[in-house]
């Protein structure tokens, strides 16, 4: 059982999560993982760099067969959620050509949050601190 539980937390790391989650369940973290690894799976043979595609999804200018597969509304909400400019990426500069990848430069900015973590720390991983809003 020590394994399993390991095993999830884990994944757990490398999921979007939101900076006040303290700990995702078990069935949660799957579901977010099927959905995340659908989305990641869309971007890669999208014509658009990473996160114009997901801008555009969010906005709903982009639906596709598969879109459904992960645009839940608990993944889309974490996705929104995602400050790129904290993570250190200028979305101003990106190369319109969709060379510039952030889920290849730093794949686990946006899922690396220790959950003992709270909001403050949580805004230097890339995520809006919405309680200053």
Same mark, same amino acid.
């Given at each position: 059982?020590?394994?399993?539980?390991?095993?999830?937390? %884990?994944?757990?790391?490398?999921?979007? *999560?939101?900076?006040?989650?303290? =700990? @995702? $369940?078990? /069935?949660?973290?799957?579901? !977010?993982?099927?959905?995340?690894?659908?989305?990641?799976?869309?971007?890669?043979?999208?014509?658009?760099?990473?996160?114009?595609?997901?801008?555009?999804?969010?906005?709903?200018?982009?639906?596709? %067969?598969?879109?459904?597969?992960?645009? *839940?509304?608990?993944?889309?909400? =974490? @996705? $929104?959620? /995602?400050?790129?400019?904290? !993570?250190?990426?200028?979305?101003?500069?990106?190369?319109?050509?969709?060379?510039?990848?952030?889920?290849?430069?730093?794949?686990?900015?946006?899922?690396?949050?220790?959950?003992?973590?709270?909001? %403050?720390?949580?805004?230097?991983?890339?995520?809006?601190?919405?309680?200053?809003?």
């Amino acid at each position: 059982m020590l394994s399993i539980n390991s095993a999830f937390e %884990e994944l757990r790391l490398h999921v979007p *999560t939101f900076p006040f989650e303290k =700990r @995702l $369940s078990k /069935i949660d973290t799957l579901r !977010l993982a099927i959905a995340y690894i659908a989305l990641l799976k869309e971007i890669l043979i999208s014509d658009y760099d990473p996160i114009t595609y997901i801008e555009k999804c969010l906005r709903g200018e982009i639906k596709g %067969e598969h879109t459904a597969e992960w645009n *839940t509304s608990d993944l889309t909400a =974490r @996705l $929104s959620w /995602i400050n790129w400019e904290n !993570l250190g990426i200028n979305i101003a500069q990106r190369n319109p050509m969709g060379a510039f990848s952030p889920f290849i430069r730093t794949p686990h900015s946006i899922t690396t949050i220790p959950s003992s973590l709270g909001t %403050e720390s949580s805004t230097y991983y890339g995520y809006n601190n919405r309680s200053n809003d």
